[in-house]
Every structure is written in structure tokens, then in C-alpha cells.
């Protein structure tokens, strides 16, 4: 468990770099460990997003994982500028991905099979 809280921390850094790049009014952080996998939401209030900034950062969060490549993506998350782009980092750490726009804000959703311990 000790590895997958290492991995929730990078993560999350990376999450809050981007949500908090546009100063959203509110912002909402969900940790979910499941049955099979753990799942972070990150909600931000007041944040306006373009059917295409969803398209991109789905395409950026849904990267194929690079489990060999976790540590050293794990080090580059939150270090780089605040840009969608960067959730590549993310996506190269987790499962799978989404950012869905809903009424007076965005809801982006990430999640990755827990590894046996």
C-alpha cells in the first residue's frame, strides 16, 4: 500500500497543477480505493472548458502506461508548467482517464488497477 499512496501523492500534484491553473472557485478532491482500483476525481467550480480541451486531456490521461517508466514519471509530475500537455505525465502513470464538463465547472476522473502488495 505504501507504493500506491507514493503514487496518489505524484498524482495528485500533477491534478492540482492543472485545476488550479484557471483559479477556480472551488475545488473538490475525491480518493477512491476500490475494489480492483484506486480512482481520483478532481472537481473544479467556475472553470470553462471547450468540448476540445475534454477531447485532448482524455487523449493525454488514456497514454499507454509505462510501469517500468512510473518512478521517473512519478518525479517529473507538478514540476513543469501549468498545461493541459503536462497530464501526459499523468496519463503515463494511470489506467485510464477522463474530463467531462458539467454545469458550472469540470470533473476529471483518473484510475489505475491496484498491484498487489
Known amino acids: 500500500m505504501f507504493k500506491e499512496k507514493q503514487k496518489i501523492v505524484h ?30 476525481t478532481v472537481e473544479d467550480a467556475g472553470i470553462e472548458l471547450t ?3 475534454c477531447q ?15 518512478e521517473y514519471y512519478g518525479g517529473l509530475a507538478g514540476e513543469e508548467t501549468l498545461h493541459p500537455r503536462n497530464l501526459r505525465i499523468v496519463g503515463m502513470m494511470v489506467d ?5 464538463s458539467c454545469e458550472g465547472g469540470g470533473r476529471l476522473s ?5 498491484e498487489a502488495s
Do not use: H
Not at 485510464?96 to 467531462?100: A, N, P, V
Open 110 to 114: 483518473i484510475w489505475w488497477k491496484t
Open 96 to 100: 485510464g482517464g477522463q474530463l467531462e
Open 11 to 40: 498524482v495528485l500534484d500533477e491534478l492540482l497543477n492543472y485545476a488550479l491553473r484557471s483559479n477556480p472557485q472551488k475545488v473538490t478532491i475525491t480518493i477512491e480505493e476500490l475494489e480492483d482500483r484506486v480512482q481520483i
Open 56 to 70: 485532448d486531456v482524455a487523449r493525454f490521461l488514456n497514454t499507454p502506461r509505462r510501469n517500468e517508466m512510473r
Open 51 to 53: 468540448d476540445r480541451e
